[in-house]
C-alpha cells in the first residue's frame, strides 16, 4: 500500500511490530461504516464517479457480509483493519478500489473508527449500569426496613437499613452513568477529513460525513482531530471510576460473606468450592471484580503513559491505544454482569444483621440526642453520660435497651423511662428523617423517586 519509494520491503520482525491488525479487526464495522459514509460523500462532491462509488459499495458490503460469517482475516504484511480491507476491495472490484482513500488518511481514518466504538462501548456500558441500578433498586425495595449495623472503621456505628446501604450504591452508578454520559457527548465529534494532519485540497463535505455517522458535527482542527485521544482517556477515565465503585460493593460481599460476619449466602452461582476444603464456599466473582479494578485501572495509566509528551499529530506510539481501552472494556462489561447478577440472587441473612445490630451498643447516639433533647444536655456531656451507660451495658453484658431505669438513673437522674423509646435499633433508624437520612421512609421516597429516573 504504501511500498512506491522503497527498495526493499520490511523485515519480518518490523512486520510484527508494525501491526495492529491482530487487535484493530475489532474495528471492522466501523471501519466500513465510515468508509461507506466517506464515499458516499465523494460521490456526492463530484471527487469520484457515482459508479465507482457504487461498486466501492456494494465491495464494501461484501467485505462485511464475509467478515461477519468468518472473521477478519489477520494478515500481518497488511498492518491493520484498514489495509485488510481496502486490499480485499481491490480483490474485488479491481483499480477502483484505490479511489476510497482519496481526500483520507488512516490517520483520520482510526481516529473516527475508534470513537465510532468507544461511542458504542459507552452505550453497552450505559445499558449494563441500568440493569445494575436496577437490581440495587428492588433489592433496596425489598430490604428498605431491614436493619443492619452501619459502620465507620468497619466498627458498628449507628444502626442503618440494608435498603439505605443498597442505595448507596445506586447513587455511585448514578454518578458514573452521568461521567459515561458526558464522555460520549464529549466524543460526538467527527474526525473524518482531517486527512493526514492538514485537511484536504479536494471540496469534501464534513458536514455530510459527520451527520452520516451520526455525529452531531465535524472536528475543528485537523491536527486536533487525528492526534486527540481523550475521548478514550475519558471512557478509561468513568470506566476505573465505575470499577472502583464495582469493588467496593465486591468487598462488601467478600467481608459479609465470611463466617464471622455471615450478612449474606452468596448464591451457588457465583461462588467456588475448594478442591482440598469441603466447607468452603468461596466468594471468587466478588474477588475477581474487585481484582478487575485493578486492571481497568492500569488500562487507564497505560493510555495516559503512552499519550503524555507526544508531539502534534499522530505518532505510531497511538496505535498502542486500543488494546487497553479493548480490555478495561471487557472486563467492564463483565464485572457489570457479574455484580448484577450477584446481587439479583444473594440471600441476605437480615436476622443476623439485625441481631448485630442490636448487640453493638449502636444506639448510643441515641440515647445522647434524647438526653439533648429532653434535657438540655449540652451534647459534649451528654456523649460523656452515655459513655458510662455503654461501659453499664458492656459490664453486665446487655444491651443498651435492657439496662434497668434504675441503672440509668444512677449514672444521670434526668434519665427517665421515655428513654426506651429511642433506644431500640428500630426507634433508631425510623428517627433518621432527615433528607438522604436511613428513615425507612427516607429510604423509601429515595426508591421511588429512582424508580422514577430510571422510567419503567
Ligand atoms: N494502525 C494505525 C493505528 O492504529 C492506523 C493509522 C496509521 N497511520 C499511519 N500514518 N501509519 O494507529
Not at 435499633?425 to 425507612?440: K, Q
Amino acid at each position: 500500500m504504501w511500498g512506491g519509494r522503497f527498495a526493499a520491503g520490511p523485515a519480518s520482525i518490523m512486520r510484527e511490530i508494525n501491526a495492529s491488525i491482530p487487535f484493530d479487526k475489532r474495528l471492522w464495522k466501523q471501519d466500513i461504516a465510515g468508509s461507506k459514509a466517506h464515499v458516499a460523500m465523494l460521490a456526492k462532491q463530484g471527487i469520484v464517479e457515482g459508479e465507482d462509488a457504487q461498486a466501492i459499495t456494494e465491495g464494501l458490503n461484501r467485505i462485511a457480509a464475509e467478515y461477519e460469517a468468518d472473521g477478519v482475516p489477520v494478515d500481518l504484511d497488511l498492518e491493520d483493519i484498514h489495509m485488510v480491507t481496502e486490499s480485499r476491495l481491490a480483490q474485488l472490484i479491481g483499480p477502483t478500489a484505490g479511489r476510497l482513500h482519496t481526500a483520507r488518511s488512516r490517520n483520520d481514518q482510526v481516529a473516527t473508527d475508534f470513537r465510532l466504538w468507544v461511542r458504542d462501548a459507552i452505550d453497552e456500558v450505559q445499558a449494563g449500569l441500568v440493569g445494575l441500578q436496577r437490581a440495587l433498586l428492588a433489592r433496596a425495595d425489598e430490604n428498605a426496613d431491614a436493619v443492619m449495623p452501619g459502620f465507620t472503621h468497619l466498627q458498628s456505628a449507628q444502626p442503618v437499613t440494608l435498603g439505605h446501604h443498597l442505595m448507596a450504591y445506586y447513587e455511585m452508578v448514578r454518578r458514573d452513568r452521568s461521567r459515561f454520559a458526558d464522555a460520549r457527548a464529549r466524543a460526538d465529534e467527527c474526525p473524518l477529513g482531517a486527512a493526514a494532519l492538514a485537511g484536504t485540497g479536494f471540496p469534501i463535505d464534513r458536514h455530510a460525513t459527520a451527520a452520516a455517522l451520526g455525529f452531531a458535527k465535524p472536528t475543528d482542527n485537523s491536527l486536533d482531530s487525528v492526534s486527540d485521544r481523550d475521548f478514550a482517556l475519558d471512557y478509561l477515565m468513568a470506566a476505573t471510576q465505575a470499577s472502583l465503585h464495582l469493588s467496593r460493593l465486591a468487598e462488601e460481599f467478600i467481608i459479609w460473606a465470611s463466617q464471622p460476619f455471615g450478612f449474606v449466602k452468596l448464591p451457588d452461582a457465583y461462588s467456588t468450592g475448594s478442591s482440598i476444603m469441603p466447607q468452603k464456599r468461596n466468594p471468587d466473582a466478588a474477588e475477581l471484580v474487585r481484582g478487575h479494578a485493578g486492571r481497568i485501572m492500569g488500562c487507564m495509566t497505560a493510555l495516559c503513559m503512552t499519550m503524555k509528551g507526544l508531539p502534534l499529530a499522530y505518532s505510531k506510539d497511538m496505535q498502542d491505544d486500543k488494546p487497553p481501552v479493548f480490555e478495561a472494556h471487557d472486563l467492564l462489561a463483565l464485572s457489570i454482569a457479574a455484580m448484577t447478577g450477584m446481587i439479583e440472587t444473594v440471600t441476605f441473612r437480615t436476622d443476623r444483621m439485625r441481631g448485630l445490630a442490636e448487640s453493638g451498643f449502636a444506639t448510643a447516639t441515641d440515647l445522647a440526642d434524647w438526653l439533648v433533647r429532653e434535657g438540655g444536655i449540652p451534647f459534649r456531656e451528654a456523649h460523656h453520660i452515655t459513655g458510662r451507660a455503654v461501659a453499664a451495658a458492656e459490664a453486665s453484658g446487655v444491651p443498651l435497651d435492657q439496662l434497668p431505669i434504675a441503672t440509668l438513673k444512677a449514672i444521670d437522674a434526668r434519665i427517665d423511662d421515655r428513654i426506651y423509646a429511642v433506644l431500640t435499633v428500630d426507634a433508631s433508624v425510623a428517627s433518621r428523617m432527615s433528607h438522604g437520612g436511613t428513615a425507612p421512609a427516607q429510604v423509601r421516597a429515595r426508591i421511588a423517586q429512582a424508580q422514577e429516573e430510571l422510567g419503567s
